[in-house]
């Protein structure tokens, strides 16, 4: 590459020589960036404090359910609730569903938001820049932990949610919405698809908090940004006289993996869904994009 | 402004068309840099900069007189409005991925994750470096740790630091790997003279390895002590540039006179050899020399009777020179 | 990398504004493609059309799955039960907006799903047996049919009189009977095509009818109709000086082939509710569509109609056996009586509908899936096509009951005490009656030389009940509702 090139004077004494033994060990150079990047992420105190919080929910919500359900539910209550007591896989999407609606935005609200702006806030970013990290490089290494992160807490909750309801309920064949039921392992796989439809979910509002980073250096102007934009899109997503806008809104299709349980499956939901994510995702990034590798770094 | 100008000694600084050629043999140069804020304010104007390989160059100038948006553009990390630069002979900003793996840098105090230990943050900026060899990332990190001291502290949180460990920590980054120029914002910035000291080793240390080092710094204390080459920035220009003895210039200052009987002296000094600004305190007189020989002088004090007990011609000090450029004071050490 | 630090700022935010202008061109032409785009079709005269669409409803349309979308904004208040996929719409009124699937192989194979966020009704009929399916609350009702029931399934002799002009439709010339249709539509109502849509991505004509009065609150109905199959494919319901529809019905997906089997059969999942309900087995006469001039369309015999079995469920006999699984038939006939059937019969529980004059002669409350039986006289039809009004005659037990809810702020109104007519239903149920509550506090104070009494409008629908209890609706101005209250209510 570069260095052996243009630094007459060699990288380090004796450098050369183990750069030729590298060989086996060899670490791309994004990967450790990423790798560095993953670690920051996820040993940070706070991070690990939100994650233990998205574990303890499910725990605390399963033991509240189990004190409160006996029999078939009346059909209140959050959706899925209703078939929690006869099937304890559904108190993975029960709580899904109610989780959705604020902690699992909030906690990648909290990582997204705080990916540059914290950077610059702790006064890392000049020095990253200064090494220089290079700034397309690094905002892909900061979206690729954020895809990680929102991968993590979905599966985190799903997981333990799943795993408190065979704890305290029963298990056996899954009731579908339709009325008919599939087996254990199926419905296990669908509950499985829907945790990754929620993470691809969270990446898509990832970015926008990783563009409302790039805009500020106060990561908490940049967390409170990207949970206004959710609650705003929520809100607007109740409201009927908007109804033409409601495909367009970030929240509108958060929920819409419902079809996965429908027999025949309907993946129109999904579909739709996804391709809203997607659409979000390139926006925001490429918004993220323009306004990270043309600011000045003044922090 | 203009004026200070014609004040400047040594090699003019506004010399745009010099900066290529000085260029071929300059760690850092620039050419017309500029930046003007958003906000309308003129940060830099027009500085051409020529920092010769293998200088200390001090970078002398009062707080907001645009020392570290200077630097910051240097590093890319903020855009210039008008001018070119160039880093280590290669044209910025094209050849920036090229050149700062070779330029170490500390810009405007310490910025690590206070939540990380001091290894753990050194590890990160390493893992950002592209260039860097990975296999001997971590004895790397020790030897930069061991030369800043802080190898006992190397595992304990950032957070925990004193303020001088911290700015030490921020110069080993720059050590992490050989650097050809090691860039330093006001490295001494906040630090007890115990600290101050052991920063001011470290950067002699670098220089000795032959590393161009480029310091910024308000303190002239520290540029007299540590540089070959200044350059002083005032609201944004720059106002002089060369070396300290260029800074100092030739002697051509005051006398003063020491005697018995200061009116007597005053009177010959005004009146027959016609020096102006002369002035009286206690038993001695001062008087700027202009073109007259301080030899002249004695000699017709002694004529007309003067009992001349001293008579010096001290060298304007750098700090004259300095608060003559710049029109401010300075921060005491 | 090199390249991209040379970019321009401007060149940068180029790329976002880029995805953005891209991401709204692809919207912006899925939209188009699925909007109405107009296609070329062969002319035909309206005669020819229903010419077709006579012959068409006369052969079974077999085996097909579709999405059947229905909305309406009536103008009514926002009701408390309300279900979450239905808002206030504009100006804090309800708006109704459903969505069902069916699959149908023939006539005693059918499914039809409502789907809800998160949760589904099913109403499967899988030869004799019928079985609805609700997910919120988790319960399976079996559905005991009557014994003839085996010969046509739930076909048209089963379906209500307003289809019986299609019946024998194969018998006789299509365009004969078109004409016939033309020549009693004449005098009331201005039928014109109007330009080709696309509805469910299949080409369609556009069938308009106006009606001549300017006494009736319908402006215009517009009726999509396959260019190929000729079946009606959307029913359009425009109020007068409106340029959207009050009501819409209509295929959002179409597909012909067979569907699986498995969508048809059915048990009861483990840890559901099971219940059992029997039909009475004489088919009880509907509230038919001529009421308001479209049934003699003929267009529900084996179209629209003939796919969905809950038209026969529409016609009310479900009020007295068990008001928790009357729900998906009492919905229909309320406020909409030319809407396709499909949409109509829905196995819900999100119903929108809050007052059915039921040919029984109930009159009948509904909330989510109560109802509640108020009155119980027999209506009649007074006045014809477009300002056909149904009425009740007068009631003490009705206007006492009303002005009960008037006055009352809380607590609720037993059935006893709301009507003493009430025997006719063998199992009454608490009440929803806040839903009634809210809907009367919509109705306004009028009095005029008929007689007094309140009367609510919405977009489509005038009701009237006077001072003495009597009930009128229709589709038409309060003045239509006043001219015929003098008889009832007298």
Known sequence: MWTSAASPTGPDSGELAERQSRGAKHVPPWFRLFRSELRLVFCRPRNLALLGVLAFIPVALGVLFKLSLSGPGGGGGPAFLNQVAGNGVFLGLAVLVLMLSLFLPLAVCVVAGDAIAGEASHGTLRGLLAVPAGRTRLLAVKLASIVLFALASCLLVVGVAVLMGVVLFPVGRVTLLSGTTVPLSVGLLRVLFVALYAAAAMVALGSIGLAASTLTVHPVGAIAAALVIVLASEIADAVPQLSAAHPFLPTHFWLSFDGLFRAPVDWSGVQHGLLSFAAYLLIFGAVAWARFTSADVAS | ??????????????AAEDAPRAAANCALSSAGLSKRFRSGQLAVDSVDLAVPTGSVYGFLG?????????????????QPTAGSYEVLGLPMPDGLPYALPRVGSLVEGPGFHPYLSGRANLARQDAADRTANPATASARIDAALGRVGLLAAADKRYGAYSLGMKQRLAIATSLLRRRELVILDEPTNGLDPQGTREVRGLIRQIAADGTTVFLSSHLLAEV?????????????????????EELRGPGAGRVVVRTPRPELAAEILGGELQLADVRVSGLEVSAELGSILPETVCERLVKAGVPVAGLETPRRSLEEEFVQLTGEGFDVD | MTRMRRLSTRARWAVPAGIVAAAGLVAAASAVASADLAPALPARSVAQLLAKVALAAAKPIGPVTATVQESSSLGLPALPSANPSQGTGPLGLAQNNETVNVWYLGQTHIRIAEQTQMGESDLRLDGRALWLWNSKTQTATRVILPSHFDRNGLGPDYLSPGHSVSSGAAAIDPLALAAQLLAALGPSTRVSLERNVTVAGRPAYQLSLVPKTSRSLIGQVLIAIDARRFIPLRVEIFARGSSSPAYEAGFTALTFGRPSASNFSFT????????TVTVPTKPPSGLGLGSLGLGSLGVGGNGLGGLVPGGFLNSG?????NPDSAAPGLRAPSISTNKPRASASTPGNGGQTVVVVATTGQVVAIGKDQPTVIGKDQPTVIGKSWLSVIATPPNPSVAAAVQQLLTRTTGSVTPGSAGSAAPG?????????????????????????????????????SVLITSNGAILAGAVTPAVLYADAVGPAK
Do not use: Y
Request: hydrophobic share 35%; charged share 20%; glycine share 14%.
């Open chain 3, 425 to 461: 239903t063998s199992n009454p149920v608490g009440p929803d009656l806040a839903v009634l509550r809210e809907l009367l506090k919509a109705t306004t104070s009028v009095h005029g030389a008929w007689g007094s009494g309140r009367l609510l409008r919405t977009t489509l629908v």
């Open chain 3, 268 to 275: 009861p999942p483990p840890g559901a509710r099971v219940k």
């Open chain 2, 1 to 14: 402004m203009t004026s200070r100008d014609e004040v400047v000694f040594g090699r003019p600084a506004r």
């Open chain 2, 62 to 78: 009062p707080n907001g007189s645009g020392k570290t948006t200077t630097i910051r553009m240097l590093l890319g990390l903020i």
């Open chain 3, 317 to 321: 006999g479900f009020g007295s056996p």
């Open chain 2, 224 to 244: 007299e002590q540590i540089c070959t080459h200044v350059g002083v920035m005032r609201t944004g220009r720059l106002v002089f540039q060369g070396t300290l």
